[in-house]
C-alpha cells in the first residue's frame, strides 16, 4: 500500500514523504532515515498518550527503554542503508563507465582508426547484410571500389602527415556525397569502397561524376596545389550470387581504370 491511511481515511501519507518509492525499494538517504524516524517517535508518543488518557497501565521506564532499543534499531538499519545507498551509486556509475568503455571499443572495432569511416572488416559485414536483403526481394546495390591515383607521390611529397590529411578530408568527401543509407569504407591504405544500397548502375555512375567533379575544385588542407584524381571500379550485384563475386568484378574494373590511364570510371 502506498502509504498509511487512517480507518476514516483522513490520514494519507505520500511514500515520497517517508523515503519510499512506489516500486517497493527504500530509497536509502539520510533525510528518508530522519523522516522515518520522526514519524514513528510522534505515532509512539501518541500511543502512550491515548494509553494514559485512557487510565491503561503504563510504566514509562519501560516504555522508554523499548523506545530507546527501537531507535537504536533505526539507527543501524539507517547507517546500514546509507552504506548500501552508497554501494548502489558507485555500482551505477561503474556500470555507467563499463556501458561507455564498451561502446567505444564496439565502435573502435568496426571503424578506421585515421578517417572514422568503417572498416575493412565491418565493410564484410555490410556486405553479407546488403547480400541478404537483395536475396529477399527487389532490393539492389552496387559496389564502387575507390583508389587514389598516385597516393604515393602525395606522401612523398608533403609527407605522410600531408597524406593522413588528405585521406581524412577525402573521407568527409565520401559521406557527403552519398546518403544516409549507403555506406562508405576504408579497405586499407587510399582504397575505399562505396556500398551504394538501392540504386543501379545510372545512379552509381552519377554519384561517382559528382563525387570526382568535387575532388577537382577541392582545396587540400596542409597541401597546396595539390589536385587528386580517383580511378574506380563498380559492380551491381546480382541476385544470389556470393557478394565476394560482386567485389572480385569491382577489382577488375578498377584494375582496368588504372591501365587505361586512371581517372575514369570503369563499370563490369
Not at 522515518?36 to 491503561?56: D, E, R, S
Not at 559521406?175 to 591504405?189: H, I, P, W
Amino acid at each position: 500500500m502506498p502509504g498509511l491511511v487512517s480507518s476514516v481515511g483522513v490520514l494519507q501519507l505520500r511514500p515520497e514523504f517517508l523515503g519510499v518509492h512506489r516500486n517497493g525499494a527504500f530509497r536509502l538517504n539520510l533525510a528518508g532515515f530522519v523522516r522515518v524516524g520522526l514519524f514513528a517517535a510522534a505515532c509512539y508518543a501518541v500511543l502512550i498518550a491515548v494509553l494514559l488518557q485512557q487510565g491503561a497501565a503504563v510504566d514509562l521506564r519501560v516504555e522508554s527503554i523499548r523506545a530507546l532499543a527501537f531507535f537504536v534499531l533505526m539507527g543501524g538499519v539507517s547507517i546500514l542503508g546509507l552504506e548500501m545507498s552508497g554501494l548502489r551509486d558507485a555500482l551505477q556509475e561503474r556500470n555507467r563507465d563499463l556501458q561507455q568503455a564498451l561502446e567505444r571499443i564496439q565502435h573502435l572495432a568496426i571503424t578506421d582508426e585515421l578517417t572514422g569511416l568503417y572498416n575493412r572488416r565491418f565493410a564484410k559485414d555490410i556486405l553479407g547484410q546488403q547480400k541478404a536483403l537483395a536475396d529477399r526481394g527487389t532490393y539492389g546495390f552496387v559496389l564502387c571500389l575507390i583508389d587514389l591515383d598516385l597516393f604515393k607521390g602525395v606522401n612523398d611529397r608533403y609527407g605522410h602527415a600531408g597524406g593522413d590529411s588528405v585521406l581524412c578530408q577525402l573521407a568527409r568527401l565520401f559521406e557527403q556525397a552519398v546518403r544516409d543509407v549507403d555506406f562508405v569504407a576504408r579497405l586499407g591504405g587510399e582504397e575505399f569502397l562505396l556500398v551504394l544500397s538501392r540504386t543501379d548502375v545510372a545512379g552509381a555512375q552519377q554519384v561517382l561524376e559528382r563525387l570526382r567533379q568535387t575532388l577537382r575544385g577541392t582545396s587540400w588542407q596542409n597541401c597546396p596545389e595539390l589536385r587528386l584524381t580517383l580511378s574506380v571500379g563498380v559492380s551491381r550485384y546480382c541476385s544470389v550470387e556470393p557478394w565476394e563475386d560482386t567485389m572480385q568484378r569491382a577489382d577488375s574494373a578498377l584494375y582496368q581504370a588504372k591501365g587505361n590511364g586512371r581517372d575514369q570510371v570503369v563499370l563490369l
